[in-house]
């Protein structure tokens, strides 16, 4: 069984540089870094995605996250409702449908 191989950030940001200045093929470049083309390839995809982010508002990022964090939040409480709605009635039906039998343990 073979090892993977794990880069560090600072190498894989070295390599996508070189691969956006685009001096050499990008078999060239992996021959070089022995790294395999097609990594390469979602290396540099991921970081051209990604290179807005580097220059967005951190004030307007950070107030877009907090919305989406409260949304998400009212969502998970409202499904925690549900649930305990649910097993209460789950309970109550249990307790009419099988006298005798105690649901505690």
């Given at each position: 069984?073979?090892?993977?191989?794990?880069?560090?950030?600072?190498?894989?940001?070295?390599?996508?540089?070189?691969?956006?200045?685009?001096?050499?093929?990008?078999?060239?470049?992996?021959?070089?870094?022995?790294?395999h083309p097609s990594q390469l390839r979602k290396w540099k995809q991921l970081a051209v995605e990604h290179l807005p982010s580097l220059f967005a508002d951190?004030?307007?990022?950070?107030?877009?996250?907090?919305?989406?964090?409260?949304?998400?939040?009212?969502?998970?409480?409202?499904?925690?409702?549900?649930?305990?709605?649910?097993?209460?009635?789950?309970?109550?039906?249990?307790?009419?449908?099988?006298?005798?039998?105690?649901?505690?343990?």
């Open positions: 069984m073979t090892k993977r191989k794990t880069y560090t950030a600072a190498f894989k940001a070295k390599v996508v540089l070189e691969l956006l200045r685009e001096e050499k093929p990008l078999a060239q470049v992996a021959a070089q870094y022995e790294v951190s004030k307007q990022d950070q107030a877009q996250q907090q919305v989406e964090h409260e949304r998400r939040l009212e969502q998970l409480y409202a499904e925690i409702g549900r649930l305990t709605t649910q097993l209460a009635w789950l309970k109550k039906s249990w307790s009419r449908a099988a006298p005798g039998v105690s649901g505690a343990r």
